[in-house]
């Protein structure tokens, strides 16, 4: 009679599952359509694809610029730097790993600055960031102009969201490694995810922005998302060291602003998303405990503040695409 209950109940739950998957579906077809700032939207299951459409934008095969999320793609480019010995350590200083970026008027301290406290923003330099971004990248040099602001906070202290940090990561990866940005970028994650990386902004002095402006097509979003989900892995490649993974995941720092938690260029959520943030709404997300790896783009030209957009997308992440699971 057991047997029987169980046969009978399996046979009625996989005849019931479409119907269960039509219905998250619809759910989440319906939230879309609420939220006429979002473009596209894809969801990972395990290995499949559960989810993936785009009503709005220009597509999931076109670029997006996915804007502060390139912050995130220098963080993983960081620890297959520190894996190859090219940075001897994520606690090397900026006068360790590129004594060369220093201007001779650097504030005191910068040089003591580690890529640790550049990768969790908390490098302690006032920030260019907000307010301050435009007078940044208008200046002739963004690398010195980020390195004379004054100290307003101790290195290693305070989360100061900045993207003048995250430019002064990523020159002092290409003086380490010898290699640019774009080169880094193409050779160490587009090859083995079989990503197109197309070139983006650089400084006057010829350096890719480090945290601003990079391209990725939303399914190639989704293939970071996964790579992220699977602890470093892809296509049975460990391609970022699944340690680095991990220490990214810890909770190193706190956004002042969302409330979130920030590991080494992630943000981390209270119901367990790992995720890099863009202005305007762009989202690389990976729940390990749900299997789940997803990819948001949105209205670039449009804020999405923590109270408004923004977190409308983390009510949807935390709701529709928490049920999909």
Known sequence: MTKRR????????????????????????STMQALPQLHSLQVRRGDGIVFAEAPRGPGLDRF??????????????????????EIPAVTATLDEVAPSLLP????????????????????????????????WISSGNWLADAMTRPMVAAPGTRMLYST???????AALAQATGQDLLTQARDRL??????????????????????????????????????????????????????????STEPRARSPWSGLSYGYGWFLSPS???????????????????????????DPTLPARSDGYFGALMRLLDGPVMAVA
């Open 6 to 29: 169980t046969f009978v109940f399996t046979a009625c739950a996989a005849l019931s599952a479409p119907w269960v998957v039509r219905a998250q579906s619809d759910d989440l077809r």
């Open 64 to 85: 997006a610029n996915i804007k502060s999320c390139s912050k995130s793609i220098v963080a993983l480019l960081l620890g297959v730097a520190v894996d190859r010995g």
């Open 104 to 135: 001779a008027n650097a504030t005191e301290g910068v040089a003591d600055i580690t890529m640790e406290d550049l990768v969790t923003l908390r490098a302690g330099l006032e920030r260019t960031s907000g307010a301050n971004y435009g007078g």
């Open 164 to 170: 003048g940090s995250t430019h002064i990561l990523g």
């Open 190 to 247: 587009g090859a083995p995810l079989d990503i197109e990386i197309p070139p983006w902004t650089r400084d006057p002095q010829g350096y890719y922005l480090g945290g601003n402006e990079m391209a990725l097509r939303p399914r190639d979003m989704l293939k970071i998302a996964t790579l992220l989900r699977d602890g470093g892995r892809f296509a049975g490649e460990q391609v970022v060291p699944r340690d680095w993974i991990a220490a």
């Open 272 to 298: 367990g998303y790992v995720l890099g943030r863009g202005y305007g709404g762009q989202i690389i997300a990976a729940h390990p405990g749900r299997d789940l790896a997803v990819a948001i783009t949105s």
